[in-house]
Every structure is written in C-alpha cells, then in structure tokens.
C-alpha cells in the first residue's frame, strides 16, 4: 500500500495504467500548486482526463463548507465512481480529500501523495479522514483506506523548517509508544533537515502502519497513537478558534510534555524517563505560549475528545519508553498539575 519513490514515477504510472478509472481529479492547496504540483504533472503518464481541485492552504480550510464546495464541484464536474481523487499535499489536503473521496456518491478511490513529512509519517497512513467542526479537531469524518500511498521524500526539500519540525514530533511519538530504539536516534539527530530525517522515515511509516494493521477502527492498540494529542488537540483547537492556528505537531510537542509528566503522576512512569522526555522535546521544540488559556478552557475541550467513554476523559499514556497504555482514565489534580508542570516551563 506504501511505495516510496524515487527518482522517477514508474511505480505511480503502472498503477493508473493497471486500473480502468473514468477520470482523475488532483485536489491540492496553493502551495503545494506551485511546489509539487508541477513534479506529478511532469511525470504523471496517462491518457485520461483529469482537473486540478485547488483550496487555500491551512486547518482553518478543514470544514464543512470546503467539503460541500468540492462535492459540488465533483457534482458539476460530473465525477463518477470510477473517478480517482489524488490528494497531494499535507495533513489538511489527506484528510479532506480522503474525507469528500468516501463520502461522495457513497465513495470514489483515492490515492495519497503526501508532500509533508507530517503527512508521509502519519496522516496519509492508517485510514482515518476527517475535518474539523466549531474548531474541534477531525470530529467528522470516516475510516477509509486509499487505494494506494506513494511518498516522494524529494517533497521534503520544498519544506519550510517549521513544517518539517512540526512532521518530526509525530516521528519522535512514535518512538515514545512502540519502538525506543528509534526514539534513542532520533533524537541523535543535531540539525533537522530533509537529509537528517529521510532515512528514519521508513521506520516512523512502519510503526504507524502495523498498529493501524492490528486495530483499524480503533477500539484498542490504535488508540496508543494518540499519545500527546489529548491536551495537544485541545490547544490546537483553542488557537484555531482565535484565529491563530499553530502547526499540529507544536501541539501534540506541547501534549507530549504535559502528558509525559502526566504519565509519571500517575505512577506509569520514572520520574527520570519523564526528564529524559521533556528534556529531548525542549530540544526541538520552543515553549509554546498558552497563558490565554485557562485551565477550565482546555479541561473543557478534554471532555469533548473522540476517545472518551460516559464522559470520563482517556488518555493514552506511556509506560516506559517505547510503550504506552491506553484509556487511562486520570484525576483531575493530576491533569491540572500536568497543565501547570508546562507553564512553569517558560520560567526555566
């Protein structure tokens, strides 16, 4: 399902060749219009049809009424089942699309080009789609798999720093729930760049796609993925909603540190994995403001999370280094205390 390619495309044309679809549809961003867009192009080989869907760039895009503007595109455009949707771009272009593929006419087949290293290591993988509702992150959306993932790693070299940091903090989760070998080089890494991170991309794909393989729809070891992104979502949310939506993976780097801490509260953890954690995470990551927001906001948000069950909040939490638990329900002392171990962190 996964196919790196390399210095040409061969794999991608063999693909659209062996297949008999009606039509091919390229839903993109502006950015990844100008970047990306031109590479596919010049080297896509086919004979069928196809139009470029193009929607402006960011989270805030992620929503119904860009939804309902590409399914009535697709109407006039008079798309069929047959037609193939080709999402090429980031997190925000593989949900959507993934998310308006199959749900229009009840599904069409996608494919997934992923442009950031967030993307290639996370979202295009696993099968969820989703967008966003009132600013809460990916509340709708569906469990479907694209036909095919194809990862071009040259992509990575049109990336801004932050945007390759921010696909970095999900590569280090996945060292932290499942594999501490390849948290210890990841985190040797001095200089993050396209040459620095390509070669532990394979590893991150990996890890992601054998616990998707084990739990699709998420009712058990999935849910270890969600690991930082309880308390990273709810931020995240809570920028989105004033009108400053920060990169997804400044928040789940913030969630990690708050849940890291979380997780030795609770007694999962040492006191010195917890540093240890914290520590690497400052490395990479600046302290990310949230004196807006107060502690009722956030707690808030944390009750409305798609994992919690009769209204008890669950978290994912490590147990060590390279593992983590799963609907671990904590106090409430314990998740202020965590919130306020992070604040105390800009005073250090």
């Known amino acids: 399902m996964i196919t790196i390619l390399n210095d040409d495309f061969s794999q991608l044309n063999t693909f659209l060749h062996e297949k008999s679809f009606s039509k091919i549809f390229i839903l993109v961003d502006e950015n990844t219009h100008e970047y990306c867009l031109p590479v596919l192009l010049g080297n896509m080989e086919t004979d069928l049809g196809f139009e470029i869907l193009e929607i402006e760039a960011g989270e805030e895009m992620k929503n119904i009424q860009t939804a309902n503007q590409l399914w009535e595109i697709l109407t006039e455009m008079q798309a069929d089942r047959k037609a193939l949707v080709i999402n090429l771009g980031g997190g925000v272009i593989t949900d ?20 950031t290293l967030l993307s290639m290591c996370d979202a295009s993988i696993g099968g969820k789609t989703g967008i966003d509702l009132m600013n809460y992150k990916n509340m709708v959306g569906t469990f479907a798999f694209p036909e095919q993932i194809f990862i071009y790693p040259k992509f990575l070299e049109t990336l801004p ?26 985190i040797q890494i001095h200089k993050l760049d396209a040459e620095t991170i390509v070669p532990h991309i394979q590893t991150s794909m990996d890890i992601k796609q054998h616990v998707v393989e084990k739990d699709f729809h998420e009712k058990d070891i999935r ?126």
């Not at 501490?180 to 990841?186: G, I, M, N």
């Not at 931020?235 to 997804?248: D, F, K």
């Not at 999962?268 to 520590?279: G, P, R, S």
Request: with cysteine; hydrophobic share 35%.
């Open 96 to 115: 959507m699309g993934g998310f308006i593929s199959s749900t229009y006419k009840r599904g069409v087949q996608f494919i997934n080009i992923p442009t």
């Open 161 to 186: 720093f932050k945007e390759l940091r921010s696909g970095f903090a999900e590569m280090l989760k996945h060292g932290l729930i499942a594999d501490k070998a390849h948290w210890e080089s990841l």
């Open 223 to 348: 849910k270890t993925l969600n690991f930082g992104h309880t308390i990273g979502h709810s931020v995240e949310s809570l920028c989105l909603s004033q009108g400053n939506p920060i990169l997804h993976g400044e928040a789940v780097a913030m969630g990690m540190i708050c849940e890291a801490h979380l997780a030795y509260l609770e007694g999962l953890i040492t006191q010195q994995d917890a540093e240890t954690i914290v520590e690497n995470l400052q490395r990479y990551y600046p302290y990310l403001d949230i004196s807006d927001f107060t502690d009722e906001s956030i707690t808030a948000l944390l009750l409305n999370d798609k994992k919690n069950t009769n209204s008890k909040i669950n978290f994912s939490l490590l147990s060590g280094i390279g593992s983590c638990t799963y609907d671990h329900q904590c106090s409430q002392e314990n998740i202020l205390k965590s919130l306020a171990f992070y604040r105390k962190l800009n005073d250090l």
